[in-house]
């Protein structure tokens, strides 16, 4: 079963199940919209995946029919919304802590799967991009809408949609502003599996078990080389950089697991060295 997590918030429940963080946004009263406590809780669990090396992947998902819409835009209407005196004290020596909450910055090496129920909008579709397998229910819908709001998408929408779609339809999607089903983003690329309403956590659970069954050095370093060899580097540097990912592991004990249990056809039982 779950343990829930001290790191957890009023609007971010975090727990570890085995190997894996599961990472609820928790405030379904307000459609999951992001506020200082939702956003402290997500800052602090995707360090913690970073730091703790028995974590090997995690999931996102969100309590309530609505994943994620994004800002919340009556709050900031009104400039009623309050942030917490932890997250406030932390932003003073971490400026950018909203970004690495939203998957821009600091995107954690380790897989970040998701979970998607009902309306992903808005900012619910930009931390889709940071994330790198996704899992939508049937009825789920997407879309980068800021513009119908005389807003920019500043989450990094313009960056890496065109980068994870065609430009086309990236472009599409943020010029119109408009809802795409998850049949079209199953289409278009942007998401992994489709699959029946209220199933996308044990979708996703099942594919966590995949990954943590794996070397977790190798599935580590694999990670980084998707997040650091972008298309801004010259093919031959990235080749250089993902070899010099690729030799620790080659090198590692889990290595010579894996190949001792291919060789006697068992599962491998790797340890992370």
Known sequence: MPTEL??????????????????????????????????????????????????????????GDTFCAGMDLKAGADGQQRSTEEFMELMATVPNIHWQALLRDNRPCKPLILAVEGYALAGGTEILQGTDIRVAAEDAIFGVTEVARGLYPMSGSTVRLRKQIPYCIAAEILLLGEHVSAQQALEFGLINRIVPKGETLNEAKKIAEKICANGPLAVKAVTRSLREHTEHLAEDEAMLKSDELAGPVFASKDAKEGMRAFKEKRPAEFIGE
């Open 6 to 63: 001290p790191i957890s918030t009023e609007n971010c429940i975090v727990e570890k199940d085995g190997h894996v963080l599961i990472v609820t946004l928790n405030r379904p009263e307000a459609k999951n919209a992001f506020s200082p406590e939702m956003l402290l809780g997500l800052y602090k669990a995707w360090r913690l995946l970073d730091e703790d090396d028995d974590l090997r992947c995690a999931i996102l998902t969100a309590n």
